[in-house]
């Protein structure tokens, strides 16, 4: 009866378990708070954050005022009711997430039958609980915990526990978070330095201890001595304790110099793992920049291309970055006032770095070499093939293998350059005026105009738009439905909405037209 009884409350447990696992509500919910708590470019956990960091300081200030102060009753309860509940919920949410026990138990379920091995519930349990009381007993849990027990107010005690909840600020706070990641990284350095330090501390305090043993009033007991050790080697030097005796100065004369050499290795350390981490958070805070923007640039490779592109495309210095793999050319970049990060734009992750899914991005390859070119688009493609690809080819036999990668556009500067070395040598006008035109002179200007959805040329027939009256000459129509151009089209062609009008002439005269394009029912 009892084994029957004990089988019913497993098997029970056991379903209830599997279907909270299969449960859309509850994994959609899971996700949503862990994105909540742990995600940085969630765009809420920025305000949850803000808040938690105002709980924090608001009760530190209370236990402050309060020390002569008799706090309102409404200001207690606050601090006693609702800020220990906010901190208890998120404590139970961050065990919650630690690990997932109930995926961990419907697996473990799953291979049991497929082995033919009998399952035992609460040893999985167990083996999750055991998960669950690792996470516990982490710094950052353990903070958390006490952090909620100034909420118990009759042990006054215990008010003291409210620094925990400034320690929390660890989690919260970037830059002091960053800080400790900092000393982290340097962290067998700095240990290695504190095992000294307290070895030559202990050294020290006993030696200073057995020589002025009953000697000095001021060194009562080891305590004493260890306090007066650490106070001179770190150069502090109260003087409330000093030694009377010629061994004793040379002691002290010895760990001072001791003291000074730890000091400067350990700011070396420190200094160093600073610099290190600088260039870190500078490339992160120019990455978050260009997440910002709702369409961008990515350019890889810093050459002589680069720096011509840029040199006459200066609208688009706001929403730009440079991958180079070369740290000498990123710090020439820089130099030259442009943004440039050191990354390798064929890796996978260099481009999931960025806002890709919530961007329009065109991927600008300019490297001289093909093959890493090639592999630059093949890894955009894969992160998302919604990305625009223009590529630069040495020679017009690659333009296959860029086009089968997925470039869209295919520059090939040497043949261009030739092509215009050519053309200035056998016709010079003509190579005056393409020179006036692409370098933006104030010859004319070959701009395209967009047909939006609300542009009052849908519709419309070449041959009743007046482009005479604007000075402009049309060059050729790009049609959205087909994808083709059609060069100097027919009076009787179509405007359609997205379709690409190519017009030249002055910059002026085709701002003019552009915005008149725009309106519902101009008069063009």
């Known amino acids: 009866m009892k084994s029957s009884l004990k089988e019913r409350i497993e098997s029970s447990i056991l379903q209830r378990i599997l279907r909270l696992n299969q449960s859309t509500f509850y994994n959609n919910l899971r996700f949503r708070v862990n994105e909540l708590l742990e995600n940085k470019k969630n765009p809420y956990k920025r305000f949850l954050d803000y808040f938690i960091i105002f709980l924090i300081l608001s009760s530190v200030f209370i236990l402050i005022y309060e020390v002569n102060h008799k706090i309102p009753k409404w200001l207690d309860y606050y601090d006693i009711y609702f800020v220990s509940l906010i901190f208890f919920i998120e404590y139970l949410l961050r065990l919650w997430l630690s690990s997932n026990l109930m995926s961990d138990i419907s697996k473990e379920y799953q291979q049991s039958i497929a082995i033919g091995k009998p399952f035992n519930i609460w040893k999985s349990l167990r083996a999750g609980l055991k998960k669950k009381f690792s996470y516990m007993i982490t710094p950052a849990a353990i903070i958390d915990f006490l952090a909620i027990l100034p909420a118990y107010r009759p042990l006054r005690v215990f008010r003291i526990f409210v620094l925990f909840r400034f320690l929390k600020l660890l989690r919260y706070t970037r830059s002091i978070n960053q800080f400790v990641e900092v000393l982290a990284s340097k962290r067998f350095e700095l240990l290695t330095l504190l095992g000294l330090l307290f070895f030559v501390t202990l050294t020290g305090a006993i030696a200073i201890y057995i020589l002025e043993d009953m000697r000095n009033p001021n060194i009562k007991n080891i305590f004493d001595a260890i306090y007066w050790s650490l106070v001179t080697i770190t150069t502090v030097g109260y003087g409330d304790i000093a030694p009377i005796s010629d061994m004793g100065r040379v002691i002290a004369m010895a760990i001072i110099l001791f ?10 350390v420190i200094v160093s793992a600073f610099s290190e981490k600088l260039n870190e958070l500078k490339e992160e805070r120019i990455i978050e920049e260009i997440n910002k923007n709702r369409e961008f640039l990515i350019v890889c ?49 260099t481009l999931r770095r960025f806002n890709i899914k919530g961007a329009k991005v065109t991927l600008l390859c300019m490297s001289h070499d093909d093959i890493e070119n090639i592999y630059i688009i093949l890894n955009a493609k894969s992160v998302d093939p919604r990305i625009r690809v223009i590529a630069r080819a040495s020679s017009p036999k690659l333009i296959s293998k860029y086009e089968r990668a997925g470039a869209e556009h295919i520059l090939l500067p040497n043949q261009v350059a030739g092509t215009m070395m050519v053309t200035a040598i056998l016709n010079p006008t003509i190579y005056k005026a393409i020179y006036a035109i692409f370098t933006g002179q104030n010859v004319a200007l070959i701009d395209e105009i967009k047909v939006v959805e609300y542009s009052y040329l849908i519709k419309k027939e070449i041959g009743s738009i007046d482009l005479k009256k604007y000075k402009l000459i049309l060059i050729g129509i790009k049609k959205e439905i087909t994808k083709e151009f059609i060069f100097n089209p027919e009076d009787d062609v179509t405007i359609e909405e997205k379709d690409i009008l190519l017009l030249m002439g002055h910059k002026a005269n085709i701002s003019y037209f552009r915005e008149k394009s725009l309106s519902k029912n101009g008069d063009l």
């Open 259 to 268: 003291g000074i050499a730890m000091i400067s290795f350990g700011t070396s």
């Open 301 to 349: 490779g810093y050459g002589q291309m680069t720096k011509m592109f840029f040199r006459q495309s200066k609208p688009l210095y706001h929403s730009y970055i440079i991958l180079e793999k070369d740290s000498q050319k990123v710090q020439e970049a820089i130099h030259d006032g442009y943004d440039a990060i050191v990354d390798d734009a064929s890796r996978h992750e």
